[in-house]
């Protein structure tokens, strides 16, 4: 699969991985900055009026709700300067820090104001996503959407690379894109939310287009063997064999009556 870094002059793939996306220029990660999952507006179930986007980048989703749905206000959170100016000619706000460093009673963003929220392809990229959903949650209005889109960590391509070649390669992009910290199953998606105070309304698999043939011959069969080299996996289920072809998840999400508070503490 093609990353975002192909057509760019600096881009070097025989270049370790950390060597070009841990530190590089600013205008050499424009095009990281431009990607948006348009998955997450079309899982929605009604418009949004007020939304906070979490890892907005350069604005092109925001910019693709607020063209769908006029009137929408949308504020985003971005933590570089450089994609967070971009943003700026796309959004209503931009509000320019790490979550962790935000207070949001000082920037005027008042308990039970947002009725929307975006965590695209971010969450993985946090060292504490669970504190990021925490310090949001107080935000949202009680029939809240929370659409968040994390990439799977019980991948055929993840597993079959650990167990044949006995190696966890971190790329540019993708799966195993080497600026993503934390890594997630289906289950884990799901305890997440549980213990940060959301319920899970609708989970969608995006289907990884290296496996799609493998899914459509195993679809419908009650006991499922799988074999990818010296891998083998036996006796699957149904759900299981589309987890092991799911490139990434992408949730909808409400508050819950009341998150684990002991994350809190």
């Known amino acids: 699969m093609t990353g975002p870094f ?134 949202l209005t009680g029939d809240a959407q929370v659409a968040i889109s994390l990439p799977n960590v019980r991948n055929l391509f993840i597993q079959s690379q650990l167990n044949n070649e006995g190696t966890w390669k971190y790329d540019t992009h993708g799966l195993l894109d080497v600026t993503h910290i934390r890594f997630f199953a289906k289950r884990d998606i799901l305890r997440m939310l549980r213990e940060t105070g959301f319920a899970a309304d609708e989970m969608r698999c995006h289907l990884d287009p290296r496996f799609a043939e493998l899914y459509r011959a195993n679809h419908g069969k009650a006991d499922i063997t799988l074999q990818a080299g010296r891998l083998k996996l036996e006796k699957l289920s149904p759900d299981e064999l589309q987890e092991y072809c799911t490139l990434q998840f992408i949730v909808l999400a409400h508050p819950s009556p009341a998150p684990d508070e002991s994350r809190a503490a």
């Open 6 to 139: 192909e057509n760019n002059p600096a881009f070097d793939p025989k270049l370790p991985a950390w060597q070009f996306c841990l530190g590089p220029k600013p205008a050499e990660m424009a095009a990281y900055f431009e990607g948006f999952n348009g998955v997450l507006p079309a899982i929605l179930r009604r418009p949004p009026r007020r939304v906070l986007e979490l890892g907005c980048a350069a604005g092109r989703l925001g910019a693709f709700v607020r063209e769908k749905f006029p009137g929408v206000h949308y504020t985003g959170i971005e933590a570089s300067p450089e994609a967070a100016k971009i943003a700026r000619t796309r959004l209503d706000r931009v509000i320019e820090a790490r979550i962790e460093d935000i207070d949001f009673a000082a920037q005027a963003i008042a308990p039970g104001t947002i009725d929307t929220f975006f965590a695209g392809d971010v969450l993985e990229h946090l060292y504490d996503p669970w504190r990021a959903l925490l310090a949001v949650r107080p935000l």
